[in-house]
Every structure is written in structure tokens, then in C-alpha cells.
Nanobody
Framework: QVQLVESGGGLVQAGGSLRLSCAAA????????MAWFRQAPGKERDIVAA????????SYADSVKGRFTISRDNAKNTVYLQMNSLKAEDTAVYYC????????????????WGQGTQVIVSS
């Protein structure tokens, strides 16, 4: 099992940047694929970005490509989401998630979740 704790959310103006962090507690963090999801009010939870156990393998939702970057530091048991050029439509609760499945970019694969961190982008 792995426990996940997100941080770094907050209020930012449109065009600004934030970096979210997700600290993982538990064994074998480097074996987990990790992802960031987000859920806006009244909407479903959608996957934003994912990274395989191999840090060089990533995928992104079309809506964030070129603006968001997911990365991981296995020595620190942490995954990050760098968010640039933020837009009002990026406002949501952002969740970190983990899976040991090889289908790292398949949302239903994720079975470990953090509590979420709120991101609000003002226009």
C-alpha cells in the first residue's frame, strides 16, 4: 500500500504558475505509476497527467499539453505537477493517485488516492 498527501494548491491569477507536490509513504514507490487527476464542481474526475515507473514515460490530457509537466523524484518519494499558463478552466480539486498496473495512462487503473488540493485560477 501507499499513502499519498498532496500540497501546493492555492489561488493564482490566470497566466500564473503553481507546482503541486504529492508525497508518498510506503514501500516500493518507484514501482508505482503515478497520476494527477482533477475534479471541477459538477464535473467528473478526469486524468490530467500520468507518469510511469520509468520517469521518461508520461502522458497528458489534451487540455494541458504544453502547459503542465509531471515529474517524479523516486529518491524523495514525490511526484510533481508543474502548472504554467494557468487558465480559469483549470480551477479544480487536484488529486494524486497511484497504481502498480502497467496501464499507467488508463484512469481506472488507479486505486490509491490522496485527499486532494484545491487550485483556483482567477480570471
Amino acid at each position: 500500500q501507499v499513502q499519498l498527501v498532496e500540497s501546493g494548491g492555492g489561488l493564482v491569477q490566470a497566466g500564473g504558475s503553481l507546482r503541486l507536490s504529492c508525497a508518498a509513504a510506503g514501500r516500493r514507490f518507484s514501482s508505482y505509476a503515478m497520476a494527477w487527476f482533477r475534479q471541477a464542481p459538477g464535473k467528473e474526475r478526469d486524468i490530467v497527467a500520468a507518469i510511469a515507473w520509468n520517469p521518461g514515460i508520461t502522458s497528458y490530457a489534451d487540455s494541458v499539453k504544453g502547459r503542465f509537466t509531471i515529474s517524479r523524484d523516486n529518491a524523495k518519494n514525490t511526484v510533481y505537477l508543474q502548472m504554467n499558463s494557468l487558465k480559469a478552466e483549470d480551477t479544480a480539486v487536484y488529486y494524486c493517485a497511484a497504481t502498480m498496473s502497467s496501464t499507467y495512462n488508463y484512469p481506472a487503473s488507479y486505486n490509491y488516492w490522496g485527499q486532494g488540493t484545491q487550485v483556483i485560477v482567477s480570471s
